[in-house]
């Protein structure tokens, strides 16, 4: 389309706007997406427990359609119990049609190919035929991808990929031939189409989104996020790739620069429980938008991080595993931390002076002391390393902020037990009473200078209804290792309260209420 063709078009879009409403003016159609019914498949989908309800589970994605052309274009979203969204898309020409993830998290589009034989989860989704498309071409290379406690392999081919009404030509991605385990099996999407940057793309495949910019389908190379967060209705939310949608989000967006490339990484500040700061990130965290992460994580590479995560569990009353590690580290070595904390002993160096880690210049590190159970007797007679060198960690952390309060030592020790019960299931969820949300405090996350805050109905993932219905709390546990993490990751349960923009042209992330 020519400069002149681009300015009428333009011309066209203004003159209409007041002639139309404006869902029509915009020139971006809107397709109401139906509900799938929930299965006991659907469930373990959803509720994020399984042996391998890891994060990938909690993916969200776009239902397709619509568009602006290179005004931009919209794709609807669709809301599997605030668990995940998803939406379709097309490969090759004419376009075979697959479910997919938008995820911010990643920067590979994989789908499953009709090459993949041995993997059951296949069969139980669309695959991509290169036979049937008459843009394909071979590439061969290969290609694995882990996602948590999921993973994909396979080969790279290129092909037509469509999104909406925008057909991006020669694009790169992988025919998944090898998909194993439950996760992909049980989920309600085929495939993964990513939003990060190409830093993190395998195999160094230019993503979806920067052959969208290069190839002039968008007029702007920004695209931003709304989530429907009320899963009892039928859409489920919009992204849409060339701007945003005034109507998605209520005042103006908070700007924050991308610190790093990969992920759409920034810095991210103090962590408020109603109201009152907590001090974990006063001096500054690094956090990512992720849209295919449902839950809100704090990483454990981190001791305070993880510390915060307990004690946000501990305020709203969700109830994990009991970790006998936390418990033994508070009964035996409990007052020794506090008469270290208050002779100013350096905090990282306690720990190690306990005996239960070592100290490696920075901080405490595994000391390396072996657990030897006594069956008979049902007795220890050792220490475990790694985690009662995380749980001192820990205790260390909250202890000085229970001091920083002036709190008495015997209320600080009732209260570190009390968090040791609030410590997550080892796949991180932790429950919360259904009845009980009125009685939970606001949570807020500083970014931009601005507070965000989080109601209990915008942190609590609820899934089933009545009384079988499950409350699930908004904030786990979880890790993305060096040299790209720690990093804190607001998913979903971010994304749904607070319209996401992700600005590429000017490398930067904005956050606005959502509408």
Same mark, same amino acid.
């Given at each position: 389309?020519?400069?002149? *063709?681009? %300015?009428?078009?333009?011309?066209?879009?203004?003159?209409?706007?007041?002639?139309?409403?404006?869902?029509?003016?915009?020139?971006?159609?809107?397709?109401?997406?139906?509900?799938?019914?929930?299965?006991?498949?659907?469930?373990?989908?959803?509720?994020?427990?399984?042996?391998?309800?890891?994060?990938?589970?909690?993916?969200?994605?776009?239902?397709?359609?619509?568009?602006? #052309?290179? @005004?931009?274009?919209?794709?609807?979203?669709?809301?599997?119990?605030?668990?995940?969204?998803?939406?379709?898309?097309?490969?090759?020409?004419?376009?075979?049609?697959?479910?997919?993830?938008?995820?911010?998290?990643? *920067?590979?589009?994989?789908?499953?190919?009709?090459?993949?034989?041995?993997?059951?989860?296949?069969?139980?989704?669309?695959?991509?035929?290169?036979?049937?498309?008459?843009?394909?071409?071979?590439?061969?290379?290969?290609?694995?991808?882990?996602?948590?406690? #999921?993973?994909?392999?396979?080969?790279?081919?290129?092909?037509?990929?469509?999104?909406?009404?925008?057909?991006?030509?020669?694009?790169?991605?992988?025919?998944?031939?090898?998909?194993?385990?439950?996760?992909?099996?049980?989920?309600?999407?085929?495939?993964?189409?990513?939003?990060?940057?190409?830093?993190? *793309?395998?195999?160094?495949?230019?993503?979806?989104?920067?052959?969208?910019?290069?190839?002039?389908?968008?007029?702007?190379? +920004?695209?931003?996020?709304?989530?429907?967060?009320?899963?009892?209705? #039928?859409?489920?939310?919009?992204?849409?790739?060339?701007?945003?949608?005034?109507?998605? !989000?209520?005042? &103006?967006?908070?700007?924050?620069?991308?610190?790093?490339?990969?992920?759409?990484?920034?810095?991210?500040?103090?962590?408020?429980?109603?109201?009152?700061?907590?001090?974990?990130?006063?001096?500054?965290?690094?956090?990512?938008?992720?849209?295919?992460?449902?839950?809100?994580?704090?990483?454990?590479?981190?001791?305070?991080?993880?510390?915060?995560?307990?004690?946000?569990?501990?305020?709203?009353?969700?109830?994990?595993?009991?970790?006998?590690?936390?418990?033994?580290? +508070?009964?035996?070595?409990?007052?020794?931390?506090?008469?270290?904390?208050?002779?100013?002993?350096?905090?990282?160096?306690?720990?190690?002076?306990?005996?239960?880690?070592?100290?490696?210049?920075?901080?405490?590190?595994?000391?390396?002391?072996?657990?030897?159970?006594?069956?008979?007797?049902?007795?220890?007679?050792?220490?475990?390393?790694?985690?009662?060198?995380? %749980?001192?960690?820990?205790? +260390?952390?909250?202890?000085? &902020?229970?001091? %920083?309060?002036?709190?008495?030592?015997?209320?600080?020790?009732? !209260?570190?037990?009390?968090?040791?019960?609030?410590?997550?299931?080892?796949?991180? @969820?932790?429950?919360?009473?259904?009845?009980?949300?009125?009685?939970?405090?606001?949570?807020?996350?500083?970014?931009?200078?601005?507070?965000?805050?989080?109601?209990?109905? @915008? !942190?609590?993932?609820?899934?089933?209804?009545?009384?079988? %219905?499950?409350?699930? *709390?908004?904030?786990?546990?979880?890790?993305?290792?060096?040299?790209? #993490?720690?990093?804190?990751?607001?998913?979903?349960?971010?994304?749904?309260?607070?319209?996401?923009?992700?600005?590429?042209?000017?490398?930067? +992330?904005?956050?606005?209420?959502?509408?």
């Amino acid at each position: 389309m020519g400069t002149r *063709s681009v %300015a009428l078009v333009l011309l066209a879009a203004v003159l209409l706007q007041a002639l139309l409403p404006a869902s029509a003016a915009e020139g971006l159609v809107r397709i109401a997406l139906k509900k799938r019914p929930i299965d006991e498949n659907s469930r373990v989908a959803a509720r994020l427990s399984g042996e391998e309800g890891a994060r990938r589970l909690g993916l969200r994605g776009a239902n397709s359609l619509g568009g602006g #052309g290179g @005004e931009g274009d919209i794709v609807a979203l669709k809301n599997y119990m605030n668990a995940q969204y998803f939406g379709e898309i097309g490969v090759g020409t004419p376009p075979q049609k697959f479910t997919v993830i938008f995820d911010t998290g990643s *920067s590979n589009l994989w789908v499953p190919s009709a090459k993949c034989y041995f993997s059951i989860a296949c069969f139980f989704h669309s695959r991509y035929k290169s036979g049937q498309s008459s843009t394909y071409q071979k590439n061969g290379k290969p290609a694995a991808i882990q996602y948590g406690t #999921g993973s994909i392999a396979g080969f790279f081919s290129e092909d037509s990929v469509t999104v909406g009404d925008l057909v991006v030509k020669d694009q790169e991605f992988i025919e998944a031939t090898k998909e194993p385990g439950l996760t992909f099996m049980v989920a309600k999407f085929d495939g993964i189409l990513g939003l990060g940057f190409q830093e993190i *793309s395998v195999g160094d495949a230019v993503p979806v989104w920067y052959k969208m910019v290069e190839q002039g389908l968008v007029s702007e190379p +920004v695209f931003s996020f709304w989530f429907n967060r009320h899963s009892d209705e #039928g859409e489920g939310g919009e992204i849409v790739f060339g701007g945003m949608d005034p109507s998605h !989000y209520k005042g &103006n967006h908070t700007y924050v620069p991308v610190s790093q490339k990969g992920y759409w990484q920034f810095e991210m500040g103090d962590v408020l429980i109603g109201g009152k700061t907590t001090g974990f990130c006063a001096s500054g965290c690094s956090a990512i938008a992720d849209s295919g992460t449902s839950l809100l994580a704090g990483p454990t590479l981190t001791q305070s991080s993880q510390a915060i995560i307990t004690e946000i569990n501990e305020k709203i009353g969700a109830t994990g595993v009991v970790s006998q590690e936390c418990k033994t580290v +508070v009964s035996q070595y409990g007052q020794q931390i506090l008469d270290l904390l208050l002779a100013e002993t350096q905090p990282s160096k306690i720990c190690s002076q306990v005996g239960l880690c070592t100290f490696d210049g920075k901080h405490g590190v595994s000391a390396g002391i072996k657990s030897v159970v006594d069956d008979e007797a049902g007795e220890s007679n050792g220490l475990q390393s790694g985690p009662m060198c995380n %749980a001192c960690e820990m205790a +260390v952390v909250w202890m000085q &902020n229970q001091l %920083a309060q002036n709190k008495t030592q015997d209320l600080i020790l009732n !209260y570190i037990n009390q968090l040791c019960d609030k410590l997550p299931s080892p796949m991180g @969820e932790s429950s919360v009473d259904c009845g009980s949300l009125a009685s939970m405090p606001e949570i807020s996350f500083t970014i931009g200078g601005k507070k965000f805050a989080l109601k209990p109905e @915008e !942190y609590i993932l609820k899934v089933g209804e009545g009384a079988a %219905a499950q409350c699930i *709390s908004g904030f786990t546990a979880m890790d993305i290792p060096p040299p790209r #993490g720690p990093l804190w990751i607001l998913g979903d349960v971010f994304m749904g309260a607070y319209h996401t923009v992700f600005d590429y042209g000017k490398m930067r +992330v904005g956050f606005a209420k959502s509408a």
